[in-house]
């Protein structure tokens, strides 16, 4: 499994091994030989925890794992694969490393006659690096300790442990005990001593035990069948009389002799003392899943569930955290089952081992699952990232969710048609509250409690017989004595009879519990099912198929477009657009199209075809499918057909395997010891028979068939080699790792995985920035006039918080300090600290960014300083961001609308002392050939404007410099009026603000105005100087430094131009002079600007008599004006521009009007005053009126 290399041993002959319903039995435990050794993934663990903290490694070494303030019976032990049968399969290798650390994630376990040794279970997932998977069962119970040389082991390790803590016992029993023991009351006297008990071990008074565990490991998820089989082997080895077979027949039976149950049929098999029953979906119907949803909606609750389910499909860091491994097990299986038709493409480890701590410093996507330590609580938990994580407590029922986080498509309805199921098989929505009542209890409960703690999904002990809980009671026995001397004859087995008739029914209610379960599966996985055929009922039609054939699509996989994403979007009901943006991005999105693609040359995936079926299926009911593009809800119509399917198969058998039976043995080996697992006689399980039933001849017949199938697709298609090369390149778009390798964890090893990590980082900023490039400038093409637009602002939005979470995960690989959730933001924080105190040492701030332009009328405008520490002030002066993780957001927003971005993070970078104290060497940040490449690809976004700060935080509070510049020449500078202006925006208006008197500057302070657009600007013409000439207006944006330039050129008082008081400008955005120096840097010659129309004449030129248009100039403005307005009403409302420059502009509609009018208008009168336009308009308007 995990791609282990050996070679086939003699169980990979010619026996069916893919059709089995199991292909390992392995055994695990101690070896009597070796003796006690310290577990080296311990020792790894602690070398990597010490290289985390910065601490010497020599340190972590110089115990050799052997750690003398923990107690010897909580300590880690090495455990070893005693036994595994057959030895090998060909197409499933033994991976003997992998397959030791999750049956035994915690190592070798000790207790004594005074502990809790109740078996546990646990089930474990082995994911290849090509995503097939391998499950795993596992029954661990407890083996008293025959050998001398391990008690004196155990006994030695006590006297050692106890001189080193002698004096003192008591100030230091927190640190000598296990975790267990330190979430104790210190005061507690009494619990003190009972644990003091409880880690003691004497050799002459204790009887010591060590784990074992018994594995299956099968192809498909059949948990609860293993989990059933386990029990009875476990069962029958405790047991006072010995099975009725041996061990080995009952092992080789599975092994060899029971077939996995074909599509669509149960299947019945025999274990030590009862029948087995296992049922597998059929190709028309959900995949196979046994873990019971039930504990999964118990545990979480079902609001909480459905946030994780959301947090899964958009593919950020999930991290379940639980005391038990079984319940990890349990939601990751139930989580990733929800997703159809849709699956997991990234890390998968819903338990990770101890020695795997360090992936959670994998810079991708993950889904992994974390065992807990009692008494630590979440604060505790140093995470390397947290800024896309999403913390899953179980035991706790509590979840914390990623900031910016879309709500699921109808969440409140969904959640409402769950609800139902679930109260129909009586399950409390809100879940079950146990498990942190249970948590609260653990601290003042004995330790003894505390192990039994009957809370941790494991396998329940067995019932209690009233009768012989009854027998020795003082009060029954004088009973028994008063009813003897009376002459009442007491029937003894009348009790037992009334027992055995409870015990069966209870039976019959735990077979009813498990067909149930069956049938809550189903129909929550139905509903979900149903939400996605919903959503996606009409994908066919946005797939784009190019490629002729599969070599040149799998060739130019990554520079083809798969799905027209824009034109979905388009399509969707406004409500679903948020997750519907986010999640049409993922890499589970983009494997299924692929899937779709393929298709057309392969065999359909199943899933694929299942869920194609489906809607094929609602589109027959439907007719017609554009009824389905609603955001009206429709619930699940096929819950009652679902449930029929699984009662029907458990209700009848289609199958039934081969009895147990007697194998030819040796005489003498495998004798039956109770409490003992005997030595299995391998001779008889390395291999099966060579023709036991008929589906041997079925696989054998199904394998010739797949056989002709490959070669003649080696004969008309690629070669097996390449085809497999282009298909992981091809899915492999957009993840770094696929999954972690268990057998392997050498420091070489790491550093390689390392290595991949920074390579997938950087290929996946390549891939975003020319993404967000390409989608970009295809806008603002349309802005031109030339194509249809292919990116609304809910997809750039989308984008960037894309880019926002690589940013996150950059700044978190390799990261060994920091402070917050936020790695960016604490490396931000801390070079600002750095920086402010060589400034106060300095005295002298000296500004880090270019300086602004002058206007172009000579006037100055006051420079803006620039730099990376002002814009972290910008942010952290904003009131509405109350996270870490929320302003290095913001930042990032900010700088890549300054067009900053790759110069502020170039700057942040180039403090080497600080990068190298806050990172380890092999850090993406510390990598320098992918580090300048990774700026470089940022600084390519400079190549077009993003309003992505702007857009966003439209509440906050900016402040504006504006500047009235007249023009000199001809005007005063100075007037006696009294001057007022309003600045108008995409998001609002300042409202009339007074101007001081005598000053062209002012600056003021508003909620976010937006994009700037017009600018009103007059005054009341009081005085004896109040005739103003404005040349233009100019309006900056403090915190961005967009600078909006108003043109006027025109008077402002009565008696001259038009005599108008007040003036409406239309603003431009200016370019900004790091602009200009970025085009004078690049070697490639400057971008040219599209050939523009002639300009037309604006009004101020109509007074001269050369330049008046004639009667076709004018029709041709007014046919262009009226033109634009209705493009500008076909638009998507998203896609629309300023309404504003169409109707007030200098080629709108306004001035095309005014051309109509002044058109032979008089206006000069002898001896009289100059009439205007308004007045016609005005007088004409009078007429009217009368």
Not at 493 to 509: C, F, N, R, T, V
Not at 889 to 918: D, G, Y
Request: charge should be neutral; charged fraction near 25%.
């Amino acid at each position: 499994m995990s791609g282990s290399g050996a070679a086939p041993g003699p169980g990979s002959g010619s026996s069916p091994a893919a059709c089995r319903f199991a292909h390992y039995f392995v055994l695990c435990g101690i070896d009597a030989d070796s003796g006690l050794e310290p577990d080296e993934l311990a020792v790894l663990y602690q070398w990597l925890e010490a290289d985390r903290h910065g601490k010497s490694q020599d340190a972590a070494n110089t115990t050799s794992g052997e750690n003398f303030d923990q107690s010897p019976l909580r300590r880690t032990f090495k455990s070893k694969v005693l036994a595994h049968y057959p030895q090998n399969i060909e197409w499933n290798p033994f991976d003997q490393d992998a397959v030791n650390m999750l049956c035994m994630p915690k190592g070798l376990s000790f207790r004594t006659q005074t502990d809790n040794k109740d078996p546990q279970f646990h089930s474990f997932i082995i994911t290849r690096e090509d995503g097939s998977r391998t499950y795993g069962f596992v029954l661990t119970f407890y083996e008293e300790v025959t050998s001398k040389q391990i008690c004196t082991a155990m006994q030695t390790l006590y006297q050692m442990h106890n001189a080193e803590h002698y004096s003192s016992v008591y100030a230091s029993s927190s640190c000598s005990m296990d975790s267990l023991a330190s979430s104790l009351d210190e005061g507690d006297t009494t619990s003190l001593l009972k644990l003091q008990r409880y880690n003691s071990y004497d050799i002459s008074r204790d009887t010591l035990y060590v784990s074992k565990s018994i594995c299956l490991i099968t192809p498909l998820p059949f948990m609860q069948a293993c989990k059933k089989f386990l029990i009875q082997l476990y069962k029958a080895v405790t047991s006072q009389q010995p099975p009725p077979l041996p061990l080995e027949s009952y092992i080789h039976n599975i092994l060899y002799e029971v077939p996995l149950p074909p599509p669509g049929r149960s299947l019945k098999f025999y274990g030590v003392y009862e029948p087995v029953i296992c049922q597998r979906p059929g190709p028309s119907e959900l995949p196979l899943s046994d873990y019971p949803l039930r504990e999964a909606f118990e545990l979480l609750g079902l609001e909480n569930l459905v946030q994780v389910f959301t947090c899964v499909l958009l593919e950020m860091q999930i991290l379940l955290y639980s005391q038990d491994y079984q319940r990890l097990m349990t939601v990751a299986e139930g989580i990733t089952t929800l997703l159809f038709p849709f699956q997991w493409q990234h890390v998968y480890v819903p338990i990770l081992p101890a020695s795997l701590l360090h992936f959670l410093d994998a810079p991708v996507p993950y889904l992994m699952g974390l065992q807990s330590k009692e008494g630590t609580d979440r604060s505790k938990l140093e995470l390397p990232q947290e800024a896309n994580l999403c913390f899953v407590d179980i035991d706790n029922h509590f979840i914390e969710l990623p900031e910016e986080f879309p709500q699921f498509p109808n969440k409140v309805d969904f959640i409402q048609e769950l609800s139902e199921v679930l109260v129909q098989f009586g399950i409390p929505p809100e879940g079950s509250l146990h498990c942190s009542e249970s948590t609260s209890k653990l601290k003042n409960m004995v330790l003894k409690d505390l192990v039994n703690d009957k809370k941790n999904g494991n396998v329940s002990t067995n019932n209690i017989s009233m009768y012989e809980l009854l027998k020795g009671n003082e009060t029954i026995a004088r009973l028994q004595a008063l009813a003897k001397r009376t002459g009442v004859a007491v029937e003894k087995m009348d009790l037992s009879a009334s027992l055995g008739e409870k015990d069966k029914d209870l039976k019959l209610q735990c077979e009813e519990a498990e067909l149930r379960d069956y049938q809550l599966n189903v129909q929550l996985r139905e509903v979900f099912a149903n939400r996605f055929t919903q959503m996606f009922a009409d994908y066919e039609a946005f797939v784009i198929q190019t490629a002729q054939d599969m070599e040149s699509w799998l060739t130019n996989r990554e520079q083809m477009q798969n799905f027209d994403k824009a034109s979905f979007l388009s399509d969707q009901p406004e409500p679903y657009l948020p997750f519907l943006s986010r999640f049409i991005e993922t890499q589970m999105f983009a494997t299924f199209i692929d899937n779709k693609i393929m298709s057309q040359w392969e065999e359909k995936d199943p899933l694929l075809r299942v869920f194609d079926s489906r809607i094929d299926k609602i589109r027959l009911y439907n007719v017609r499918a554009p009824t389905l593009r609603t955001s009206i809800y429709q619930k699940c119509s096929t819950l009652k057909e679902a449930a029929q399917s699984i009662e029907q198969r458990l209700m009848k058998m289609d199958h039934t395997a081969i009895h147990p039976h007697l194998l030819d043995m040796k005489i003498g080996q495998g004798k039956y010891e109770q409490g003992f697992f005997p030595k299995l006689q391998s001779d008889v399980l390395a291999t099966g028979p060579t023709n036991n039933n008929r589906w041997v001849s079925r696989s054998a017949t199904a394998q010739r068939r797949k056989e002709r199938l490959r070669q003649h697709s080696d004969h008309v298609g690629l070669d097996n080699d390449l085809r497999e090369k282009y298909m992981q390149e091809a899915r492999s778009l957009g993840k770094n790792l696929r999954q972690p390798k268990l057998s392997d964890l050498s420091p070489a090893v790491i550093a390689q995985t390392n290595c991949k990590f920074v390579e997938g980082l950087l290929k996946e900023c390549r891939m975003k920035t020319k993404r967000m490039l390409v989608e970009k400038m295809g806008h603002e093409a349309v802005e031109l006039g030339h194509g249809e637009a292919n990116i609304t602002g809910l997809e750039e939005n989308t984008l960037i918080a894309s880019l926002c979470d690589l940013l996150e995960r950059i700044w978190s690989h390799g990261l060994q300090v920091k402070q917050g959730k936020s790695a960016l933001w604490s490396h931000l924080i801390q070079f600002q600290d750095r920086e402010e105190k060589q400034e106060h040492l300095a005295e002298s701030p000296v500004a880090l960014g270019p300086e602004r332009r002058k206007s172009e009328s000579g006037v100055m405008l006051p420079t803006l300083r620039v730099s990376l520490i002002q814009d972290m002030r910008h942010i952290q002066n904003m009131s509405e961001i109350k996270t870490d993780v929320g302003r290095a957001r913001a930042w990032i927003r900010l700088s890549l609308e300054k067009k900053l971005l790759s110069q502020h993070l170039k700057q942040l970078l180039s403090n080497q002392p600080l990068t190298k104290k806050l990172y380890k060497r092999y850090a993406f940040l510390r990598c320098e050939e992918e580090r300048e490449q990774f700026l470089y690809h940022l600084l390519s976004l400079n190549a077009v404007d993003y309003f992505c700060f702007t857009s966003v935080f439209t509440t906050i509070m900016i402040p504006y410099r504006s500047v009235i510049i007249p023009i000199k020449k001809l005007s005063n500078a100075i007037i006696t009026s009294n001057p007022w202006i309003c600045v108008s925006g995409e998001l609002g208006d300042t409202g009339v603000m007074q101007i001081p008197k005598n000053l062209l500057e002012m600056t003021f302070e508003c909620q976010n105005l937006g994009k700037l657009t017009t600018v009103q600007i007059g005054h009341d013409n009081s005085g004896l100087l109040a005739k103003w000439l404005v040349d233009c207006v100019m309006v900056r944006n403090e915190i961005t430094g967009h600078t909006y330039r108003f043109p006027c050129g025109r008077w402002l008082g009565k008696g001259i131009d038009d005599g108008s008081l007040e003036r409406i400008l239309i603003g431009e955005l200016m370019t900004s002079a790091s602009d200009d120096d970025l085009v004078k840097q690049c070697r490639t010659p400057p971008q040219q600007k599209s050939p523009t129309t002639a300009r037309r004449l604006s009004i101020t030129s109509l007074t001269g008599k050369n330049n008046k248009p004639n009667a076709g100039q004018i029709q041709e403005g007014i046919g262009e004006a009226v033109n634009n307005i209705v493009k500008h009403f076909h638009k998507p409302e998203k896609e629309r521009g300023s309404l504003t420059v169409l109707l007030c502009g200098e080629n709108g509609l306004v001035a095309a009007l005014e051309q109509v009018f002044h058109h032979g208008f008089k206006s000069a009168r002898i001896f009289h005053k100059n009439v205007f336009i308004w007045d016609f308009i005005g007088a004409k308007d009078a007429s009217m009126r009368r």
